[in-house]
Every structure is written in C-alpha cells, then in structure tokens.
C-alpha cells in the first residue's frame, strides 16, 4: 500500500475531514492543496518564507509588457507568462477592462506601471517587509511651452479631455480621435511610485489611434475637443514628470498586486465590500477565488479556492477571509476570482479553473527560483486507464527502474470533464465521466496518462401506479 507523504487529517465538523498535503517547490517556496469533501471545497495555495535567499517574488504583467497587442490578445494564461519570463510558479493577480490593463496598482521591481484604483486595497512587498493597504496617487506634468498639467491616468484607456501617461513598460499609447500626442525621452531609470523624470520632447504627433514607445521615452496624451494647449508643445521642449503614491514604505516595499476588497487588517476581518466599489451580492455569492495574506511571522500566502463546479463550490469573502486567518495571516486582500482564478507550477495548472480552461488575465505574481533538472530518463504513471462510477483511481510514477518515485517530489494535475486528482494521486471521478488526461510533473519531467472515466448511470424511473378503477 503506497503512503502518501506529509498527509494531514483535520476534523472540520464531526462527519468530515480535511486533507491536505504540502509539497517544497523551491528552498522557501511550499504548495499546499487542501480538500474538504463535505463542504465540499478544494483550495491551492502557496507559501512564500521572505528572506529566503533562493526565491524571490515580482508583480507582473501580461507579456512583460502593457498593450502588448490590442484586446483579449493584451491578456495571457499564468502558465504561459511563466514559460515567457522564466518563473517558476505563478498565481492571478488584479480586476481588468476588455483593454487588459489592470484596474489597480502594479508595482514590479520598483517601477510604478498602473495607478490605483480609488478605494480599493493593494499589497506589496519588499526584500525583508510586506504590507495591505490602500494607496492614493496623483501625478502632473510641467511641459516648458505649456507650463503645468495635472495627469489623470498612466498606461491606461484615454477618456476625453484627459491627460495619460504612458511610460516605456508599455508597448504603446492608445487613444480615440482627435488627439495629440506627445512622445519624450527620459532621464534616468523610470517612474517610482513617487518621484520626478525629467525629459525632453522628440516628436509631436495628432489624431494618431496609437504610437510605439521607445525604450527610455514616455508618451504624453490627451483626447477629446480642448487640445488647444497641448497642440502649442513642440519638439525639444523640456517635460518634468512628478508623482506621488502614499499609502505605503517605497523605502521598503517594491512590488505591489492590486485587487480588492480588503480581508483582513491587523487579525481582524475587515471587508470593506462597498467602499471598494463591489457589490454585497459579489462579496456573498460562492464563486472561485484568488487571494494574497502575510503573517507575522514572515510569510506570505497566495490561495486559490475552485469554486462554481461539483468538487468545490467556492467561497465569498466572508469564508475567504476566514481561510486566511487560518493560514495565520494577519492582513489580506482579495484579488482577481471567478474563472481568472489560476495557480501554476512549472508550467503545469494546479487548480481547475472554472471556465473548464485557464483564461486570460491581465497580471499575477511570479516566483523565481532554481528549477529541478531533468534527472531521470523516463518516468511512467501507472494506475486503472478506465474508472467505473462509485469508484476512485490509485496512481503512481514509476522510474525507468521500475521503482516508485516518492510522492512528496510529485505534483499531480488533471484536465477534462471526468474527473480531478489530489496530490495523493488519487483520481475522483464526476458524474459526467469523460476522458481525463493525467499529468504527473518531477524532477523536470512531466509524464501523462489518459484515463477513460464512465459517467455515472442516470436514475431509474419507478412506473406510475396504474390508476384504480
């Protein structure tokens, strides 16, 4: 009888139990999956121990770069921006429009790429701190022909007679027509949170739909019918860019996901549902949901809870915050669910996303870290290919030896319609049946097995009783 490495039972309630079982990714990095039949409710999380010198974590947009390309086409798959920046797990970040930028604050490595969203909380982190909080930023820029104009926006969709930033973290600046558009090369590294760029004008565009930028400028935009001031700036004019974000340390914290509403603040839950521009029937309703929580004592949680299918039902805000504080967590915030809630490794999807596939999200927080090698020649899941009802399917990975691997150095995942695997290696089938692919990840090899599950009969039908005469 095989065991399964690092099982834990909970009793939830008298007729339950919980399982879960952790599994290291990198040195300071653990993924914990957690099952609740009765509720029933499956949840996916990470642990991140900040400080520890192997791992580190980044704020992220969808292709690296803002406006990448136009539409849903901006957004990206957590596992696919992974696979493009090198990291090697991943969990979905913030709110976003159809343009795929995020609603509210991204901070990556110190450089502010999205303002925040008024009344929404964000989190952030530095290299030996973490904080919640909400964050209020303002911005102006003082162009030498012009003088002084306050900045609404930063890399973000241009509404009428609105002056937006776009910096050099995105691919280009975007706004309907008329418009004039101001294109300015920079000094020094970039945009803080809170600072001053200085530059100077290199070209002055009108009624353009959108222009690249250059690395090291920034584009300067206005839309709408009062383009008579901006239509007087010219080329080698002097620009000073100057924002200010308060809210939080920028002295100590560089890297910031936005979401919202607030869980938990100082222990205590504290969802702010309305004052976050959310509805209470959003903050009620079980749906899929993503989250971010620190504790005190240096760690940082990054949960996912499936939600919307027969396996896990899902949680609202109240239940979220609920599984924060019993991860310890002291501050926490809600971000992006519904079917933008994904947990990747490795490439490999952990959660069961609930659109059936992994959807395209505007940013995630990215982990760095070593990454296994490909250590052994061949591995091979082994276990039933068909799964009758009422029953589970028992897998394992067997070496090119024919030894079976240690399942704590496993990570299991399963896509289709028939059924979900723990990271016992335990298929369970749903009533639908279907094919499921089975895919088992270690040592930098992944192997896969297809799995015919048989749906479930349909109930008999007892005859009417013939009517007495």
């Known amino acids: 009888m095989r065991t399964l490495a690092l099982l834990f039972l909970v009793p939830a309630i008298a007729t339950a139990q919980v399982i879960s079982w952790e599994k290291p990714i990198a040195p300071g990095l653990t993924y914990r999956m957690e099952v609740d039949s009765e509720f029933p409710r499956v949840i996916h999380a990470l642990r991140w121990s900040q400080g520890a010198p192997q791992v580190t974590a980044r704020s992220e947009v969808a292709q690296m770069r803002l406006f990448a390309d136009a539409g849903s086409d901006a957004r990206e798959g957590i596992s696919s921006l992974l696979e493009r920046s090198g990291a090697i797990a991943g969990i979905n970040g913030d709110f976003f429009p159809t343009s795929g930028d995020p609603l509210n604050a991204v901070v990556r490595d110190g450089l502010l790429l999205s303002r925040p969203y008024p009344g929404r909380a964000c989190f952030g982190w530095g290299s030996a701190t973490s904080a919640a909080g909400l964050l209020e930023w303002s911005g102006s820029a003082d162009i030498s022909s012009i003088g002084m104009e306050a900045i609404v926006g930063l890399n973000e969709d241009v509404q009428p007679n609105r002056l937006v930033l776009f910096t050099d973290s995105s691919a280009e600046a975007r706004a309907p027509t008329p418009n004039v558009v101001v294109v300015f090369k920079i000094e020094g590294g970039g945009f803080a949170p809170t600072g001053t760029v200085n530059g100077k004008v290199t070209e002055v565009f009108r009624n353009r739909d959108s222009v690249k930028i250059p690395q090291g400028h920034a584009i300067l935009v206005k839309s709408g019918e009062d383009l008579v001031k901006m239509g007087v700036v010219m080329r080698n004019d002097e620009v000073t860019v100057k924002m200010k974000t308060t809210g939080m340390d920028w002295s100590k914290i560089d890297n910031v996901i936005g979401g919202g509403p607030m869980l938990l ?98 940013n995630g927080v990215l982990f760095f870290g070593p990454k296994p090698t490909n250590s052994l020649p061949q591995v091979v899941i082994q276990g039933p290919a068909v799964i009758e009802p009422g029953s589970v399917g028992s897998y394992w990975l067997v070496g090119s030896d024919g030894r079976v691997l240690p399942n704590l150095g ?31 990840f270690t040592k930098g090899i992944t192997s896969s097995l297809t799995v015919n599950v048989t749906p479930k009969p349909a109930p008999k039908l007892e005859p009417k009783p013939k009517p007495k005469n």
């Open 410 to 440: 496993v990570l299991w995942t399963a896509t289709g319609p028939g059924g979900w695997i723990d990271q016992g290696g335990t298929l369970r089938p749903l009533d639908v049946g279907g094919q499921v692919t089975l895919r088992a």
């Open 265 to 362: 603040r100082g222990g205590n839950v504290a969802i702010d549902t309305l004052a976050a521009g959310f509805s209470k029937t959003f903050a009620d309703t079980r749906h899929p949901r993503t989250a971010i929580g620190r504790t005190g004592k240096g760690d940082i949680w990054f949960v996912t809870v499936d939600g919307r299918q027969p396996m896990s039902n899902g949680a609202s805000l109240e239940e979220l915050a609920a599984i924060m504080q019993a991860r310890g967590c002291t501050d926490a915030t809600n971000l992006d669910g519904g079917g933008s809630t994904t947990l990747a490794i490795f490439g490999q999807v952990m959660n069961r996303p609930s659109d059936g596939v992994e959807r395209k999200v505007a």
